[in-house]
């Protein structure tokens, strides 16, 4: 109920943003085409996309710093690289605990496509890099004085983890007034609102939202195609995931709920945005209620 609500919120904040965009007969997906169809927005070549990601986390490293979140020192930038196995998925690796392995964002590059739309990619780069899953490994792998190697490198709760990295996405919105990028968030939060359902839905053998039906892997593709711009190569890899991998699509929006209203009750508390992030990282990956817990007493 609660993804249903959000997901009609976002909806419309969308379809509002795209008459901005483009006029008062705009549609969402008549935005999207268009978004597409600008020079500004794209990139042609896995070399271009490799220069952007980069040419990104670098200027975020630089913009960031000592503002909402502080750096840590030693930390090293993130690699950017493009995996062959061609399945459409976009992931990070952790560095190895030495750091001699560095901490690296992929791109699965499905075979042919050759052109990518910032508007779209840009908050991935975020949830991936800085200040995503980048700075999130940073903080427990270099706090070697209060975390054991368990907690800094092999403990992973995914509401924790995925939560924040969508949180990342968001903390970002203030430093992007481009309509074009707005969308692109947008368009990201709608996903994870949309999996919500569809894995609540599927796993559970709920009731459609239309009460015509119960929920299996077909409805959940259509209903996926309808809340995003994904590519459908990208889209059929996000569904085999969902389908196999109970529990895990929706701990995205539920961890960044759980972010956000951690993150209030901390500055309702006088904490700045600054010191609730660097203390509620440096602790490692946890379940929510335990951080909190650390954060708050």
């Known amino acids: 109920t609660w993804a249903k609500e959000q997901l009609k919120e976002t909806v419309a904040e969308q379809r509002a943003l795209a008459q901005k965009l483009y006029g008062p007969d705009a549609t969402i997906l008549g935005a999207y085409k268009r978004l597409n169809e600008e ?22 490293m630089r913009d960031l710093d ?12 993130v690699e ?4 062959h196995a061609g399945s459409g998925g976009i992931f990070y690796t952790p560095p190895s605990d030495d750091l001699i392995r560095p901490g690296t964002m992929w791109w699965s590059v499905p075979e042919g496509q050759e052109v990518f739309h910032t508007w ?7 949830h991936e890099g ?42 970002m919105d203030g430093y992007r007034e481009d309509l074009g990028y707005r969308m692109g968030l947008l368009d990201s939060m709608r996903l994870r609102l949309a999996r919500v359902m569809v894995d ?12 015509t039906g119960v929920w299996d892997a077909q409805y959940a593709k259509a209903f996926l195609r309808d ?46 945005q600054d010191e609730f992030h660097t203390k509620a990282l440096s602790l490692g990956s946890m379940p929510m ?9």
């Open 39 to 60: 020079e500004r927005y794209t990139l042609r070549g896995t070399d271009a996309l490799l220069e952007w990601m980069n040419s990104v986390n670098e200027q975020v």
């Open 120 to 126: 779209q990619e840009l908050t991935t780069v975020f």
């Open 227 to 272: 809340n995003t711009a994904m590519a459908e190569a990208n889209l059929a890899f996000e569904l085999d995931r969902y389908m196999g991998w109970p529990g895990q699509a929706p701990s995205y929006a539920l961890g960044f709920k759980d972010w956000i209203d951690l993150r209030d009750q901390a500055l309702s508390r006088g904490m700045t």
């Open 200 to 211: 609540i839905g599927v796993h559970l053998k709920k009731t459609t939202p239309e009460g």
């Open 289 to 297: 209620d335990i951080l909190a817990h650390a954060i708050l007493h």
């Open 130 to 171: 800085i200040p995503g899953h980048h700075l999130q490994h940073a903080y427990a792998l270099l706090n070697r004085g209060e975390l054991n190697f368990w907690r800094r490198s092999v403990c992973w709760n995914s509401a924790h983890g995925e939560g924040w990295a969508l949180y990342a996405e968001h903390l």
């Open 80 to 83: 950017c690289a493009i995996d």
């Open 66 to 77: 000592g503002v909402d979140v502080t750096i840590p020192e030693g930390l090293h930038k």
